[in-house]
């Protein structure tokens, strides 16, 4: 069975043409095959002056018009080779995406170098409705860009198609190429303004988790909890107005008795829910404070950190409404 000319279009040639799938890898060098070039709307005006200017020296016979038509002529058509040159050969290195808050923004870093080690100027990169500001490379130094992209919920924050711009020297023409890889940024729940106070389940181990609070060398204090150990709390603090706080201890790993369930986000709403248990997440990390998270299809094991709180944050993110992560 022959495939159809919609099939071939459709997988062969609008692929090549505005790479609409994430096919590419990365390092990727700009080859002449995937630029594109076109006046500008400024060359398009400069070729009507030419044309007006030509029309004139013909109806006057005026030999200095035509010298100057032709003069300009053949600057707009060294122009082309310098603005495809600015773009050919350059080589994008990698891309990273920053994980962010819903509501934000994402960014996308895009390192590019040139293997050629020559300068280019003007170098712009869009994706979405967002452009960057004209970049500029000195020989073979790698230089980072900024694509911004805005997001809207949870979940991941995909790159999509980004195009390489150029209209230096003098913006008579104007060529691109389009670079689609599959990069992605986290975008995790927005936390809640008002959250209430973290849950604390001591559980079983409610007696050994009281002996370890009093146990190793103090580190520092931390906002009492509720359910922390009467042994652990700092009464010489309180004795001066400063509230009540509890000393941490070299071993708090085995403090934790700080679990992060859905079920304890008593609010309508899987996304309200979400949004109150990263508002816990950020809590506990501000206070110091060590946490399990609670899934269905998720468990998170007691710990606190950064990776803690990264790893907290993504189960969240990819959390579906069927009760399953991504993780």
């Not at 992209?149 to 999509?160: A, V, W």
């Not at 042994?231 to 700080?258: C, V």
């Not at 950020?282 to 206070?287: H, R, S, Y």
């Amino acid at each position: 069975m022959k495939p159809s000319l919609a099939m071939l279009t459709k997988s062969g040639l609008w692929q090549r043409v505005f790479r609409t799938r994430a096919e590419d890898v990365l390092p990727h060098t700009v080859t002449h095959q995937r630029i594109y070039i076109v006046p500008s709307k400024r060359g398009l005006a400069f070729l009507l002056t030419l044309l007006l200017m030509l029309i004139a020296s013909v109806n006057y016979s005026l030999s200095l018009g035509y010298a100057l038509c032709f003069l300009l002529t053949g600057l707009f058509s060294a122009t082309l080779l310098h603005t495809y040159s600015n773009l050919a050969g350059l080589r994008i290195k990698g891309i990273a995406g920053q994980n962010t808050f819903a509501g934000e923004l994402a960014d996308f870093l895009i390192t590019l170098d040139d293997l050629q080690d020559r300068q280019r100027h003007g170098i712009r990169i869009s994706a979405h409705d967002f452009t960057s500001a004209p970049l500029s490379m000195n020989m073979a130094k790698p230089a980072t860009t900024c694509l911004k992209i805005k997001t809207q919920s949870r979940g991941t924050c995909q790159l999509g198609r980004i195009k390489l711009q150029s209209d230096w020297p003098l913006g008579l023409w104007t060529c691109w190429s389009y670079l689609h890889v599959p990069r992605h940024a986290l975008v995790f729940p927005k936390a809640e303004l008002e959250s209430p106070a973290l849950p604390v389940q001591a559980g079983d181990e409610e007696g050994a988790l009281a002996k370890a609070a009093t146990t190793g060398d103090v580190s520092g204090l931390r906002a009492y909890q509720p359910g922390d150990s009467i042994g652990s709390i700092a009464w010489k603090s309180t004795a001066r107005g400063m509230g009540l706080q509890s000393r941490t201890f070299d071993n708090d790993a085995s403090l934790a008795a700080t679990v992060l369930d859905l079920q304890y986000a008593s609010v309508q709403g899987l996304e309200a829910k979400l949004s109150r248990l990263c508002a816990w997440v950020l809590e506990a990390e501000a206070t110091r404070t060590h946490y399990a998270l609670r899934l269905p299809g998720v468990s998170l094991d007691n710990g606190y950190g950064q990776e803690q709180q990264t790893k907290a944050l993504s189960a969240l993110a990819l959390f579906d409404h069927k009760g399953t992560s991504a993780l």
